[in-house]
């Protein structure tokens, strides 16, 4: 993620770069959509290694996760959850071998080609949620 273009946190945008000795993705991992501010939970459900591409290593799905506040406030900042599996539609990203980061995509109903949706990040291995107290 692209800092001050595709996200405006700092930490969201280090997260995003921090892939170098990430484990290898697996169904039931906790993983964490990066956005503009904030960041939200979600557990991968669908993993595909890309073994013939010379750009893609894997493809996942990841669906948000069910957050509950158990201690803090989440209008500070403070807060810590609970997390439980989300029942939403799952969100694509595959891992891009060159730029060493994880990127959302989509494929595009009318061409039927893949494309990349900016200001949306990964990290897998961690579930993290914060929502941004300023908005």
Not at 35 to 61: F, N, Y
Not at 99 to 105: K, L
Not at 106 to 130: Q, V
Request: one cysteine or more.
């Amino acid at each position: 993620m692209k800092l001050g273009i595709q996200t405006n946190s700092l930490v969201n945008h280090i997260y995003s770069r921090a892939t170098v000795g990430q484990p290898a993705p697996t169904v039931g991992m906790g993983a964490t959509f990066l956005g503009w501010t904030d960041r939200t939970a979600c557990t991968i459900t669908k993993v595909t290694e890309l073994t013939g591409s010379k750009v893609w290593q894997w493809e996942i799905e990841a669906t948000a996760d069910k957050t509950t506040v158990v201690a803090g406030s989440s209008h500070d900042g403070s807060a810590e959850y609970a997390y439980a599996p989300g029942t939403g539609s799952p969100s694509l990203f595959r891992f891009n071998k060159k730029a060493g980061a994880w990127v959302a995509v989509f494929i595009n109903r009318n061409t039927g080609r893949l494309c990349k949706y900016n200001g949306a990040g990964l990290r897998i291995g961690e579930r993290d949620h914060y929502r941004d107290p300023s908005f």
